[in-house]
């Protein structure tokens, strides 16, 4: 079964800039979508970028989502990150029939 590590998560200041990342110990087919949801408290989870979609048009302009199949990875670039970019980012894998959940990796924006 594919499992999902994400990393890069930390503190940051408002106007920096994070790189997430996750890789996959199994190898995922270019057909699965790809993507990264966020989890504030009180609130569900949701979708802020996938593949072959693009990103969410709230973030768009500092969300850059991108794929690296020759290392099974993909990565989220956030720049000039806000307070309310805050939250627990999963990464997620998947296809028609199976679906994918990393274990989330904490992003916190504040001076």
């Known amino acids: 079964q594919v499992q999902l590590v994400e990393s890069g998560g930390g503190l940051v200041q408002p106007g920096g800039s994070l790189r997430l990342s996750c890789v996959a110990s199994g190898m995922i087919a270019n057909d699965f979508f790809m993507g990264w949801y966020r989890q504030t408290p009180g609130k569900q989870r949701e979708l802020v970028a996938d593949?072959?979609?693009g990103v969410l048009r709230s973030v768009r302009g500092r969300f850059v989502i991108s794929r690296d199949n020759s290392k099974n990875m993909v990565y989220l670039q956030i720049d000039s990150m806000k307070p309310e970019d805050t939250g627990v980012y999963y990464c997620?894998?998947?296809?028609?029939?199976?679906?994918?959940w990393g274990q989330g990796t904490q992003v916190t924006v504040s001076s």
């Open positions: 593949i072959p979609n």
């Open positions: 997620n894998a998947r296809d028609m029939s199976e679906n994918y």
